[in-house]
């Protein structure tokens, strides 16, 4: 027989699976179970027999590696990606640099206002990612912009924005604009932690602003520069707000500017969910093996240091 102290040493050990369990059920059901589901479905494809008309003329069988072959081959899907790459190589490094020079800017014994500047800075990211394109492309019409009526009047150049080698700087403006505060309060709650000794002792020892900052700052919020470098990556790959709501303003943007925009097409206007599944699950690895890989390499250079 059980005894009472048993019990409730019983029910402590299991009180933490209780709280995780609905967590756990949440997270196979609206996660890891339509992961699963898009998966089985890139192995897949429709079989059509005769003229496809009648019932069973058209069933669903094994693929194989087929759907993976064609979206590996989709001259489309290929565009996309390098389209993304470039997008993302002017995206990550302006918006974390911007980050982390509001934040130590914020962190400055100089600095005024600062619960105002803070919301000032963060404000954008509150604002639904569509909504925010839908803006930035207003403004970047000629015909409605208000900064293009300011260059008119002033007899200066009126760069098209929504063509050629600027949309990149367009597309990622927008992104730079919504996305730079959450890093911030994110850099900026890293360097709240650094303990105040720490400051004091650079006082002493002479440092400035400027080599504190560098020497002291910088390196104490490494961890957080490495999950903001992180969480960037995956939006990167996961673009598709800010060419999908920008499309209607230019012709420039197509319905496969970015991979992601192109399972989108495949799925709901060509009705092909084979070949987006596989599409969509190529995304997901290259997003998984990139951020792995960079979180890995972090981890090494961190060990390495520590050694030092």
Same mark, same amino acid.
């Given at each position: 027989m059980t005894s009472p102290a048993s019990r409730r040493s019983y029910g402590v050990k299991g009180a933490p699976y209780a709280f995780l369990l609905p967590a756990t059920i949440l997270f196979a059901l609206f996660f890891a179970l339509p992961i699963g589901y898009a998966v089985w479905l890139s192995f897949r494809k429709v079989h059509v027999s005769? +003229?496809? /008309?009648? #019932?069973g003329a058209r069933s669903e069988v094994w693929a194989? +590696? =087929? @759907?993976?072959?064609? %979206? /590996?081959?989709?001259n489309e899907f290929y565009d996309g990606a390098l389209r993304v790459l470039g997008y993302g190589c002017i995206v990550v490094p302006v918006m974390l640099g911007l980050a982390l020079l509001f934040a130590l800017m914020l962190d400055s014994e100089r600095v005024r206002l600062a619960p105002f500047t803070r919301l000032a800075i963060f404000l954008p990211y509150a604002i639904p990612g569509v909504v925010a394109a839908l803006l930035w492309g207003f403004l970047y019409l000629p015909d409605v912009s208000p900064f293009y009526y300011v260059l008119a009047k002033l007899h200066l150049p009126q760069p098209d924005l929504l063509d050629g080698g600027p949309l990149y700087l367009a597309l990622s403006n927008i992104a730079v604009w919504g996305g730079t505060g959450f890093n911030m309060i994110v850099i900026y709650t890293s360097l709240r932690a650094i303990p105040a000794e720490v400051h004091e002792a650079a006082k002493l020892d002479g440092a400035t602003p400027l080599q504190t900052a560098l020497r002291i700052k910088i390196p104490m919020v490494a961890p957080s520069l490495v999950l903001t470098f992180f969480f960037s990556i995956i939006a990167t790959l996961? *673009? !598709?707000? =800010?060419?999908?709501?920008?499309?209607? !303003? $230019? @012709?420039? *943007? @197509? +319905?496969?500017w970015s991979p992601l925009m192109k399972v989108y097409q495949d799925a709901f206007r060509r009705g092909d969910i084979y070949s987006a599944a596989a599409e969509a699950t190529l995304i %997901?690895? #290259? $997003?998984l093996v990139l951020s792995f890989g960079f979180l890995r390499a972090a981890n090494r250079r961190n060990k390495q240091e520590a050694a030092q």
């Open positions: 005769g +003229l496809g /008309l009648g #019932a194989g +590696l =087929e @759907n993976y072959k064609d %979206a /590996l081959t989709d996961q *673009v !598709f707000n =800010e060419p999908m709501t920008i499309k209607p !303003f $230019t @012709n420039s *943007v @197509n +319905l496969s %997901a690895i #290259a $997003t």
